[in-house]
């Protein structure tokens, strides 16, 4: 597949500013300033940006636990997300929702979401609504391998079908579940040909490669805004980090660590093949590294600078009226 | 003013909303009557036939039959409310919560607050429980209790056609997801109800009859039991007040407490299991908010700590009955 200049540059800045986004996150939370759970995107960043490069702003996303990839490329403001992952009033989510609850409803980001396989049936509401109002927005849903073997995806998958709706169902296959290996935990040969079983294309391809992943979608996409029904991708790649931050990964190899860290890396496979082919230069992906870095600094910084919500904001948003 | 059934009065809301906005979609198993059968259209209008005829007028593309799949009938429905459509989702028997209580408990309850304040979710959840069928343990609980106990969930929990009709309405029209529940004792019963459309609000209990001696409150059908044996102590000189809350989240605590303030006494009468229960919830208001007003214990007339039974004998004795509840209310009223 060839693509534009404009094209490759934007998939190389959206992935660096993800990982530069989530090894910031990952600096923050060592150094003891984020509450909670976090869980890192860094690795998985050519699936996100590989779909979410087809969307439009009014098209929609249900995330995972592990959802901050998902909310740049689809295009919520780093600043914000990283309020609200400090947990500051001026975040995302005013600071009630933290890293697994990001939403940003009017860029169709639907949520992160920290029930694992909560999302998929979420999602196909959301086609619901677009092929009931007759919109020509598709909704996608990124589900782990692990939510991958949860009844409400196959709920999910089975109710689009039937009712042919605009929905991709996107897996991320990472190799685990926490710490529970793929191979282990599905039963089936392997998830997309599961998935296919549902009565819908499924393909798997390599979530390590942006162009792999960017194909696929090009099809699943078209299919969907042609009324085609939903479409299935798995796409196999693996964690930089662990299951959450801090993860020590004892269920894993050093050698399989290594070759996820230093071999498979998505960002670097990208830079190698793009500078081989000519397509882009070293000095245009030299500068986009330098302005991601830079606008994710300024993120941490607005983020320290926040304010703490008020104890009011406790009682308040819970209902629109009561 | 027409009789109407509870269940006519229901189908009579979907209608009126459905031709008001487009938006209103109804989703669940047959509730379109059935689909890809070789029979005839509109078999069923939803297994109680609530939906009735409405697919006739707004066809199949707003009364969508689905699959028996709870969490994605749940889960749809609370993705289509958070991106425009107001959907109206039938559970059926309110039992199979069971299997789709994470849509409801960790996603659509969740959305405004988790999305700090972004999110409307104006989502409806229809569905029939209660003791009275021999339907068993897995089609004849109440279960409003664990919805009540849910913040971002609306609990509705009408008695009458008039309040079905008009709760459901309410119910339609309103932002945030809402538990809207229908005895399956009460889907015959007939009473009147305007041509026209118009709504109860939610959070304000109807006195369904008032008199000086002691407080009465009751759900769904446990009202009629109240109401039958309010008229036999009446007879027999003691006079209740009978309160229907109608919605139990929210749940109007003052004119309970204004009620108990001038009868000192209080019956609380639910058809539910009593652990944790809106009996016990309404019975805790009284004893924090009004001590000093009571002149004798809060009683609570319940179903035991047991699932529903099958057999007739076993399930009347289940379900609380009006003696039951005349027998309490002439204990409280002679206290001291």
Known sequence: MTLDRDT???????????????ERVNAEFVAGHIPGFV???????????GVCMHLDATDYIGSTHRGHGHSLAKGCDSKRMMLEILGKAEGLCAGKGGSMHIADLQRGMLGANAIVGGSPPLVIGAALTAKTLKSDRVAVAFTGDGGSNQGTIFEAMNMAVVL????????ENNGYGEGTAVEYAVGAKDVAQRAAGFGMPAVAVDGRDFFAVYDAMAGALARARAGGGPSFIEARCARIHGHYCGDPQAYRSKEELTQAREVHDPIVGFRRRVLESGELTASELDSIDRLAAEEMDAAVAVAHAGSTPSVEALYTDVYATY | MARTSFRQALNDALRSEMRRDSSVVIIGEDVAGGAGGTGTDDAYGGIMGVTRGLVGEFGRARVI??????????GMAAGAAMTGLRPVAELMFVDFLGVCLDQILNQAAKFRYMFGGRARTPLVIRAMFGAGF????????CLYSIFTHIPGLKVVIPSSPYDAKGLLIQAIRD??????LEHTKLYDLEGEVPAESYTVPFGEAHVLREGGDLTIVALARMTHMALDAASALAEKGVEATVIDPRTTSPLDEETILESVAATGRLLVVDESNPRCSVASEIAAVVAERAFRDLKAPI??????????????VLENAYIPSSTAIETAAMELARWS
């Open chain 2, 175 to 180: 932002d945030d997801p809402v538990i809207f």
């Open chain 2, 65 to 74: 039959d689905t699959p028996i799949t709870e969490s994605a009938i749940v």
């Open chain 1, 164 to 171: 042919q709706l605009p929905a991709i169902f996107v897996i």
């Open chain 2, 299 to 312: 009683r609570r007339i319940t179903a035991p700590h047991t699932p529903v039974p099958f057999s007739p």
């Open chain 2, 134 to 141: 021999s339907a068993g343990a897995q089609h004849s609980q």
């Open chain 1, 39 to 49: 869980h890192l995107y860094s690795g998985e960043e050519a699936i996100a940006v």
């Open chain 1, 8 to 22: 490759l540059l934007l998939a190389y800045t959206m992935m660096r500013r993800i990982r530069d986004f989530e």
